[in-house]
């Protein structure tokens, strides 16, 4: 054992933290510059974690200027305010693929071919659909406003990105139950409680078609049903990932910041996802994940969460699924689903792999392994699927998805 | 006016211009930050933003302030923290918008952390290391409690930044931990899912315990100029050799 010298007990007990010129460095000054050395480093690790914080709104999630829309949705009477409900309208992979001409006697509804997904929806079925989605919420907008709500859908054949007419024909104001739950629709893609849908609710919800022509819904609610749809939209979504095209194209529309968020005000983000407070929490603090690794993490979520919680799946099936027409009327029926089960509470998330595959599949001239397999599961020879989407009694409420403002999309 | 002299009065002028220009920067971006957004940085929340970025500029100009008359060491390098961390935490702030404040405050807190003996600088800084860093991490509290929601939160949040950034110069030491506990625990009960902070409110409290010791008696109590004049030659000094 090695005594300390009287020099060395003298440096132990120096007082002197960090010293004059002269000042050694004591065994106690090396150990406190050594604490102090560590803690800083803590203190500026959470001042990362802080600014992240910040950064990405933990805190606050669905609130700034691209949130606005859901809040000011029902502040204008004029036809602007209708088409301020048109913009909430469930729509692919939040891309808002559309533009609106307002004129005195109507209100005009156009597609933005720029804002297609041609990958992930090449022959623009979801986004007719999404389309159909926005047309009945202008209507419900328009009605509730007391404004008309005649339909003319396709009104120029010359073009094609002319999708609907809605003249404003005037009339009573007529709100609706609908209308009302504009406001709160969102794609739920949380988990849903283990409670099965009555079929009075199921009724209901085919009761919607109404005054749709060639619109249904094929619902599966068995387990054996259900299983073989979650079977085909697992298939779907492994494929999904394994084509680079469409899983890339995918990504390019998520929006993983604020900063993302503030400047585009559209696509999918981390918060309409339906994780659970500190998964979504720690997925905006931690740096963005791979690519690959986002896919896993969606598949494990369609595994686990979207296809094992889901009460029950429905399709919606037209007579031509290339119809342009058709899936407008579609859409329309989808949103007024979507809308239905928001007033009672229940959840709702869009689930297309399967048709996102079969429509895939044809763009490249590769045999068609998921349409007949899908055809095969409605049972119904003359009906085409649409889109298809699962509902249930959702353990948490949905967050929101920014919205471009009206501003933005009209012209 | 000797050399340390000199930079401490740069210090509070450029700290002086630094401030008044953050709160106009800040008076800015809580009114038109939403209208100007390549200046304003694409803030989601410019309104709460913009009176954050007041109320640092506003300790800002306090600190320089503080720097125009004779300030002991300790109070010299409190009022540089002053400058440079409103300085730093703007700059996520106020965007575009406090480019020119955040470089003048900058340059004033270096020129007050110059202001003086460089050893007993450093004496000095790390007897008040730990208070600082419970300061600091009072400014991280700011940070997040503006981007929060809804306002019980953000309040909740502001009032405890403003706790932890104070309690350390507090001289009773029931008040800094009473001050301690209000800024750090019902923020991260509230927001315990965060992550953030609840680290932060866990760091703010160890740390904190530290600052309950009593003081030291020249940590507030003499000032430099003494010093200062028997050890710096001043400029007059300077020009009659030359």
């Given at each position: 054992m090695v005594t300390p010298t009287a020099d060395q007990v003298a440096a132990e007990n120096s007082s002197l933290p960090l010293g004059g010129p002269a000042a050694t460095l004591s065994r106690r000054s090396a150990l406190q510059l050594l604490g102090l050395g560590g803690v800083t480093v803590l203190v500026a690790g959470t001042g990362v974690l802080s600014y992240r914080v910040f950064d990405n709104g933990v805190l606050d999630s669905g609130s700034g200027r691209a949130y606005d829309p859901w809040s000011s949705w029902?502040?204008?009477?004029?036809p602007l305010g209708a088409v301020g409900a048109a913009i909430l309208a469930a729509n692919p992979h939040n891309t808002q693929p559309w533009l609106f001409h307002v004129n005195p006697t109507s209100v005009e509804v156009f597609a933005d071919p720029t804002r297609g997904m041609p990958a992930v929806d090449p022959f623009d079925r979801e986004h007719n659909t999404g389309m159909g989605c926005a047309v009945e919420n202008l209507v419900l907008g328009l009605n509730a406003r007391g404004l008309g709500n005649t339909v003319t859908l396709l009104p120029e054949p010359a073009d094609p990105t002319h999708l609907a007419t809605v003249l404003l024909t005037g009339g009573a104001a007529a709100g609706s139950g609908l209308y009302e739950a504009i406001g709160d629709r969102h794609s739920n893609r949380g988990p849903y409680r283990p409670q099965a849908v009555p079929s009075s609710v199921l009724d209901s919800l085919d009761a919607q078609a109404a005054g749709l022509d060639g619109v249904a819904v094929r619902w599966f609610t068995s387990e054996a049903d259900k299983g073989a749809l979650t079977a085909l939209i697992l298939a779907a979504t492994e494929a999904f990932i394994a084509d680079l095209g469409q899983s890339v194209e995918s990504l390019s529309w998520f929006r993983n910041n604020r900063d993302d968020i503030d400047q585009h005000a559209d696509g999918p983000t981390l918060d309409a996802q339906g994780l659970s407070p500190l998964t979504l929490a720690l997925g905006k603090i931690l740096p963005a994940t791979s690519r690959t690794a986002g896919d896993k993490f969606w598949l494990e979520q369609t595994r686990t969460v979207h296809t094992a919680t889901a009460a029950a799946y429905g399709v919606i099936t037209i007579a031509d699924a290339d119809s342009p027409a058709q899936r407008l009327t579609g859409g329309r029926l989808l949103q007024r689903i979507h809308l239905a089960i928001t007033s009672r509470g229940m959840g709702l998330q869009h689930m297309n792999q399967i048709t996102e595959r079969i429509d895939r599949e044809r763009q490249q001239g590769?045999?068609?392994?998921?349409a007949p397999q899908l055809q095969s599961l409605l049972a119904t020879p003359s009906r085409s699927p649409l889109v298809t989407f699962r509902i249930g009694y959702p353990v948490r409420a949905a967050l929101r998805s920014p919205r471009r403002p009206v501003s933005a999309v009209t012209r | 006016m000797n050399r340390w002299q000199q930079n401490q009065h740069i210090a509070s002028v450029v700290g002086l211009i630094g401030g008044a220009l953050g709160v106009v920067a800040g008076l800015i971006q809580a009114t038109l930050g939403s209208h100007i957004p390549h200046w304003s940085g694409h803030k989601a929340a410019p309104v709460a933003l913009g009176l954050l970025t007041i109320l640092l500029s506003a300790i800002s100009v306090l600190s320089a302030v503080a720097l125009r008359s004779e300030v002991t060491p300790g109070r010299r390098l409190a009022a540089a923290a002053g400058l440079l961390v409103p300085g730093s935490l703007c700059f996520s702030t106020g965007g575009a918008l406090w480019y020119l404040p955040g470089l003048l405050l900058f340059t004033g807190g270096v020129y007050a952390v110059i202001a003086g003996d460089a050893a007993r600088t450093r004496q000095v800084v790390a007897r008040m290391w730990w208070h600082l860093l419970v300061s600091v991490l009072g400014g991280f509290e700011l940070l997040m409690a503006v981007s929060a929601g809804p306002t019980m939160t953000i309040a909740v949040g502001v009032l405890g930044g403003v706790a932890l950034v104070v309690a350390p110069s507090l001289p009773a030491w029931r008040i800094r931990l009473v001050l301690l506990l209000i800024g750090t625990v019902p923020f991260a009960i509230l927001t315990w899912w965060s992550v953030a902070t609840p680290v932060l409110a866990v760091l703010a409290l160890a740390i904190g315990l530290s600052t309950l010791r009593p003081r030291a008696p020249d940590e507030f109590g003499a000032t430099e100029t003494p010093v200062l004049m028997a050890t710096e030659p001043s400029r007059g000094a300077d020009s009659t050799r030359s």
């Amino acid at each position: 054992m090695v005594t300390p010298t009287a020099d060395q007990v003298a440096a132990e007990n120096s007082s002197l933290p960090l010293g004059g010129p002269a000042a050694t460095l004591s065994r106690r000054s090396a150990l406190q510059l050594l604490g102090l050395g560590g803690v800083t480093v803590l203190v500026a690790g959470t001042g990362v974690l802080s600014y992240r914080v910040f950064d990405n709104g933990v805190l606050d999630s669905g609130s700034g200027r691209a949130y606005d829309p859901w809040s000011s949705w029902r502040q204008d009477a004029t036809p602007l305010g209708a088409v301020g409900a048109a913009i909430l309208a469930a729509n692919p992979h939040n891309t808002q693929p559309w533009l609106f001409h307002v004129n005195p006697t109507s209100v005009e509804v156009f597609a933005d071919p720029t804002r297609g997904m041609p990958a992930v929806d090449p022959f623009d079925r979801e986004h007719n659909t999404g389309m159909g989605c926005a047309v009945e919420n202008l209507v419900l907008g328009l009605n509730a406003r007391g404004l008309g709500n005649t339909v003319t859908l396709l009104p120029e054949p010359a073009d094609p990105t002319h999708l609907a007419t809605v003249l404003l024909t005037g009339g009573a104001a007529a709100g609706s139950g609908l209308y009302e739950a504009i406001g709160d629709r969102h794609s739920n893609r949380g988990p849903y409680r283990p409670q099965a849908v009555p079929s009075s609710v199921l009724d209901s919800l085919d009761a919607q078609a109404a005054g749709l022509d060639g619109v249904a819904v094929r619902w599966f609610t068995s387990e054996a049903d259900k299983g073989a749809l979650t079977a085909l939209i697992l298939a779907a979504t492994e494929a999904f990932i394994a084509d680079l095209g469409q899983s890339v194209e995918s990504l390019s529309w998520f929006r993983n910041n604020r900063d993302d968020i503030d400047q585009h005000a559209d696509g999918p983000t981390l918060d309409a996802q339906g994780l659970s407070p500190l998964t979504l929490a720690l997925g905006k603090i931690l740096p963005a994940t791979s690519r690959t690794a986002g896919d896993k993490f969606w598949l494990e979520q369609t595994r686990t969460v979207h296809t094992a919680t889901a009460a029950a799946y429905g399709v919606i099936t037209i007579a031509d699924a290339d119809s342009p027409a058709q899936r407008l009327t579609g859409g329309r029926l989808l949103q007024r689903i979507h809308l239905a089960i928001t007033s009672r509470g229940m959840g709702l998330q869009h689930m297309n792999q399967i048709t996102e595959r079969i429509d895939r599949e044809r763009q490249q001239g590769l045999p068609a392994t998921f349409a007949p397999q899908l055809q095969s599961l409605l049972a119904t020879p003359s009906r085409s699927p649409l889109v298809t989407f699962r509902i249930g009694y959702p353990v948490r409420a949905a967050l929101r998805s920014p919205r471009r403002p009206v501003s933005a999309v009209t012209r | 006016m000797n050399r340390w002299q000199q930079n401490q009065h740069i210090a509070s002028v450029v700290g002086l211009i630094g401030g008044a220009l953050g709160v106009v920067a800040g008076l800015i971006q809580a009114t038109l930050g939403s209208h100007i957004p390549h200046w304003s940085g694409h803030k989601a929340a410019p309104v709460a933003l913009g009176l954050l970025t007041i109320l640092l500029s506003a300790i800002s100009v306090l600190s320089a302030v503080a720097l125009r008359s004779e300030v002991t060491p300790g109070r010299r390098l409190a009022a540089a923290a002053g400058l440079l961390v409103p300085g730093s935490l703007c700059f996520s702030t106020g965007g575009a918008l406090w480019y020119l404040p955040g470089l003048l405050l900058f340059t004033g807190g270096v020129y007050a952390v110059i202001a003086g003996d460089a050893a007993r600088t450093r004496q000095v800084v790390a007897r008040m290391w730990w208070h600082l860093l419970v300061s600091v991490l009072g400014g991280f509290e700011l940070l997040m409690a503006v981007s929060a929601g809804p306002t019980m939160t953000i309040a909740v949040g502001v009032l405890g930044g403003v706790a932890l950034v104070v309690a350390p110069s507090l001289p009773a030491w029931r008040i800094r931990l009473v001050l301690l506990l209000i800024g750090t625990v019902p923020f991260a009960i509230l927001t315990w899912w965060s992550v953030a902070t609840p680290v932060l409110a866990v760091l703010a409290l160890a740390i904190g315990l530290s600052t309950l010791r009593p003081r030291a008696p020249d940590e507030f109590g003499a000032t430099e100029t003494p010093v200062l004049m028997a050890t710096e030659p001043s400029r007059g000094a300077d020009s009659t050799r030359s």
